[in-house]
């Protein structure tokens, strides 16, 4: 199956400092989504981006599906931006379930 | 409009236990997945669902494990007999399941503890 590799592993930053975070993936996909996973548990989608690039706010992404990596962007971070950030793909036809990578655990320190 | 819908929220329960998570989609979504979360293994899918048919089973990890969709706003995972290596958090999604957009959204979750 597809695998997912998402980098770095953990960061701390200062609250104000921006991020990058990558997801590097194996094959073509044609479902890409960045989750945010909040302290509670919680699994807030971000983005749905196979290709291209999006912003929302403060956060930003881009999917170059032919070079098989995607970038989230984080600017001026906030100590709520804090928790687990999740890349997850599909590759089938039509709705298919998603391959998680293990995520990026991000700490905001006021 | 309301979200994913997942009961219970959280449930403990003994080895040996029958246990049942429910999942309500979001209204006009066709397709429903469920997922678990553990430590060791991270976000993994076990099965999903597109106009109430299963379509991929392989993610369940064993026979103690069956999931339903009677209709198109309700699913049940159910595990019998559970183990405590069952203990995660299960997550139930949906996605309109058609077109250029395939967002899954995703439930607050259920944390189970088998004790």
């Known amino acids: 199956g597809i695998q997912v590799e998402q980098s770095p592993p953990d960061l701390i930053l200062q609250e104000g400092a921006n991020s990058t975070l990558r997801c590097n993936f194996s094959d073509s996909v044609n479902n890409l989504q960045w989750f945010h996973q909040n302290p509670w548990g919680q699994l807030i989608n971000l983005f749905y981006?196979?290709?291209g690039t999006k912003q929302n706010g403060r956060l930003s992404a881009t999917t170059v599906a032919t070079e098989r990596y995607s970038l989230l962007y984080i600017s001026s971070s906030q100590t709520t931006d804090s928790g687990v950030y999740f890349c997850?793909?599909?590759?089938?036809?039509?709705?298919?379930?998603?391959?998680f990578g293990k995520g990026t655990h991000l700490i905001i320190q006021p | 409009d309301a979200g994913v819908i997942q009961s219970p929220r959280h449930e403990v329960t003994e080895m040996g236990q029958e246990v049942t998570l429910r999942c309500k989609p979001i209204?006009?979504?066709?397709?429903l997945f469920w997922y678990r979360q553990t430590m060791m293994r991270g976000l993994e899918l076990l099965i999903y669902?597109?106009?109430?048919?299963?379509i991929d089973d392989s993610g369940m990890p064993e026979d103690r494990f069956s999931a339903k969709m009677p209709n198109a706003s309700f699913s049940t995972l159910k595990i019998q007999p559970s183990e405590p290596r069952d203990s995660a958090v299960y997550f139930c999604?949906?996605?309109w399941g058609g077109g250029s957009t395939d967002t899954q959204y995703f439930g607050p979750g259920t944390r189970l503890t088998v004790l």
């Open positions: 669902f597109n106009n109430n048919v299963p």
């Open positions: 997850a793909v599909a590759s089938g036809g039509g709705a298919d379930g998603l391959t």
């Open positions: 981006i196979p290709s």
């Open positions: 999604a949906s996605s």
């Open positions: 209204s006009g979504h066709n397709s």
